[in-house]
């Protein structure tokens, strides 16, 4: 049980260049979500979804673009990187009422827009 | 889930003081609380939730207290260890938000050896 699996661990971008980051999770969970980190900041949510084909915008949608067309995987897509992209992305599971309503989150990866 | 953009808050303790990290909340129809410990360079890690029918629940080291009255929420780590630095946030959910949680701003707890 690998619970959420992210990647790359790592990456570094050219401005106008694209890239998707990879979740997958081994648990059922039908709830899924994407949050970026800023150094030294909280958590943002950038989109989020509540079962396969439905996702939803967070809080700082912009830049970005998701799909999800099977439950264990919510990819992440970057067109057109800006500087203003880097950060640390997180992506995170839950299945709410079935033990509780906590997330899994995976270890992350880090991007450097240059 | 929300947050500001705003620097983290810092707490600073000795190895072997007992630590208190504390959380607000607006919304009143939240009715399950959880606290995380994020270390540097990995994923949020959950530590320890409560329901709103309780107002504190014990783990090992740590103690949440939960004060409905003023919505406010805290963490107790007892004895802290130069391990137990990280960031800690609070989350919430209830209401029509069930199921997805509202993340509270974040602290960075630092202990000195």
């Known amino acids: 049980n690998a619970g959420v699996t992210q990647t790359p661990k790592f990456r570094i971008l050219k401005i106008g260049q694209s890239m998707t980051l990879q979740c997958t999770q081994d648990?059922?969970?039908?709830?899924m979500y994407w949050y970026r980190q800023d150094p030294g900041m909280g958590l943002k949510l950038i989109y989020y979804?509540?079962?396969?084909?439905?996702?939803d915008k967070g809080e700082v949608p912009n830049g970005y673009n998701v799909s999800r067309s099977t439950t264990e995987d919510f990819p992440l897509r970057l067109e057109l990187a800006a500087p203003s992209q880097t950060s640390v992305y997180f992506c995170?599971?839950?299945?709410?009422?079935?033990?509780?309503?906590?997330?899994?989150f995976g270890s992350g990866t880090r991007l450097t827009v240059v | 889930g929300e947050s500001v953009g705003l620097h983290l808050p810092t707490l600073s303790v000795q190895e072997g003081d007992n630590s208190i990290i504390n959380c607000a909340y607006s919304?009143?129809?939240?009715?399950?609380f959880i606290w995380y410990k994020q270390e540097s360079g990995k994923g949020p890690q959950f530590i320890i939730d409560?329901?709103?029918?309780?107002d504190k629940r014990q783990g090992q080291r740590v103690t949440v207290l939960l004060n409905k009255t003023v919505k406010h929420l805290s963490l107790q780590i007892a004895a802290t260890q130069p391990g137990d630095s990280a960031v800690y946030f609070c989350?919430?959910?209830?209401?029509?938000?069930?199921?997805?949680?509202?993340f509270g701003q974040g602290t960075i707890l630092t202990v000195h050896p």
């Open positions: 995170a599971s839950s299945s709410p009422g079935r033990t509780n309503y906590g997330y899994t």
């Open positions: 648990m059922n969970h039908n709830y």
């Open positions: 979804s509540v079962g396969a084909g439905i996702t």
């Open positions: 919304n009143s129809a939240s009715d399950y």
């Open positions: 409560i329901r709103s029918n309780m």
């Open positions: 989350a919430f959910t209830g209401g029509t938000s069930y199921g997805k949680l509202t």
